[in-house]
């Protein structure tokens, strides 16, 4: 039964990380002017940007993916509760979050005054929420990986994530405006999307070499 659930984690994992990337890639070309070191990701498919609603439905079905990916991943790994919680946790912000945001876009600009649409309201304290629990997550779950030695490897990548992403979540929120968001919020996003793909990998391997 675990080995079944195994590969269903990996292609969610590895199919909602690459579209989430794909996504924010493929925003930034599309828009002359578009400036990724000063510009945040959601600016790209944000309301009154043309054609860009196949962003929100890629996001959309990239959070999905991940919100799978999240609740099925604690089955797979040793008994443990600061495992399940990380996963569960991982799910509901990062997966069910990054379907709020993008069902709810921001504002043309993402304008960062009071006066602001509903959509860009809940597409805010989404974000917030996810950048203030994700990095602790991912923390979390290092910390507790730490307690098996057949996961010490997933343990070691998954603190220097969770730091790196910390680091920068921090830097963001010092400065939500200024010149460097876009590449403070792409630094958070490839810190947890590397650690997505790289624990998709170890989980199909763990179900051909049998680690857990």
């Not at 199919?15 to 599309?30: D, N, R, Y």
């Not at 604690?74 to 509901?92: T, W």
């Amino acid at each position: 039964m675990m080995s079944m659930i195994k590969y269903p984690t990996f292609f969610c994992g590895i199919l909602g990380a690459l579209l989430f990337a794909a996504a924010s890639i493929i925003g930034g070309i599309q828009i002359d002017g578009y400036n990724v070191i000063s510009q945040y990701i959601s600016e790209s498919y944000a309301t009154g940007i043309p054609n860009s609603e196949y962003l929100q439905y890629a996001y959309m079905a990239s959070g999905i993916l991940l919100t799978v990916f999240g609740f099925l991943a604690p089955s797979i790994f040793p008994r443990s509760r600061g495992i399940k919680i990380g996963f569960i946790l991982f799910a509901v912000f990062y997966g069910l979050g990054t379907v709020t945001t993008g069902f709810f876009p921001c504002d043309y600009g993402c304008p960062s005054d009071s006066e602001v649409s509903m959509a860009q309201f809940i597409h805010n304290i989404s974000g917030f929420l996810t950048y203030s629990v994700i990095p602790f997550c991912l923390i979390g779950l290092g910390t507790s990986f730490r307690k098996f030695r057949r996961t010490m490897a997933l343990s070691k990548l998954s603190l220097v994530c969770g730091i790196l992403s910390l680091a920068f979540v921090l830097l963001l929120f010092g400065n939500p405006t200024g010149p460097y968001i876009g590449l403070f919020q792409r630094i958070i996003e490839a810190s947890i999307l590397t650690w997505i793909i790289y624990c998709s990998f170890y989980i199909v391997r763990s179900a051909k070499d049998r680690l857990f």
